[in-house]
């Protein structure tokens, strides 16, 4: 069976990762909450960095079920 990717907003994990770092600073790390969809997931959460440390808060998952979760663990473990 193939394992199918739960995509960010339309990018793979590795289109995310490869934005350059202002573009990253203004649209996610604000500490702001922000609605984006991974997957078929609706997502409420916040993203900061404090120190050296990527704060991530999640407020609230809508649908989903592809590992949406495991998704975006792997995805702030890499950033």
Sequence with gaps: MASREALFEDLQREELLALPAETVEQLM?????????????????????????????????????????????SLVKRY
Excluded at 48 to 63: K, N, P, W, Y
């Design 29 to 73: 790390l604000t500490g702001e909450p922000i609605v984006f969809r991974a997957g078929s997931a609706l997502l409420l959460a916040s993203f900061r960095v404090s120190g050296d440390v990527l704060v991530v808060e999640l407020a609230q998952i809508e649908g989903g079920g592809e590992g949406v979760l495991p998704a975006l663990a």
